[in-house]
């Protein structure tokens, strides 16, 4: 997916988050820590988040989500 804003190639991963730690976006749908690994990062507090697709465009910093499947 090319980023709505700058049009450069996203990078897919997913959000992960409850109201115990931070919104987490990975590229593990499954990822059994909230520790940020590798291109992991932390986003903000979150109260609970399932785990969207999360379309990330690190040259812009902005993340487009898709809440269908």
Known sequence: ???PYCT????NGYLRGNNSYELLWTEEPFKMTSLPIGNDFYL????E???PIAHL???C???VLD???
């Open 44 to 47: 903000c507090k979150a109260s």
């Open 1 to 3: 997916m090319n980023c």
């Open 67 to 69: 809440i269908k499947k």
């Open 61 to 63: 910093g902005k993340i």
């Open 8 to 11: 450069r190639e996203m990078e």
């Open 57 to 59: 465009c690190r040259a």
């Open 49 to 51: 988040v399932v785990r």
